[in-house]
């Protein structure tokens, strides 16, 4: 996943393979600044976006023990 200008209105997610990465930012018009995500977390956002979660940066949570 990449994600541009996180946390901001105009943020921008892409998820791709690492495969797809190159095209799929040059697709999805990034230009920077960025943050590139991989490997289990990229694929748990995936995960809970299609389960309904909002994909927006919320207040941290404390890990359970």
Request: hydrophobic share 50%; charged share 5%; net charge negative.
């Amino acid at each position: 996943a990449v994600i541009e200008n996180g946390t901001l209105s105009g943020q921008i997610v892409i998820r791709a393979t690492v495969a797809e990465l190159g095209s799929a930012i040059a697709d999805g018009g990034i230009t920077g600044p960025a943050l590139l995500i991989i490997g289990n977390v990229a694929a748990l956002a995936a995960a809970q976006h299609a389960n309904g979660f909002a994909s927006t940066p919320t207040a941290p949570q404390a890990l359970a023990s």
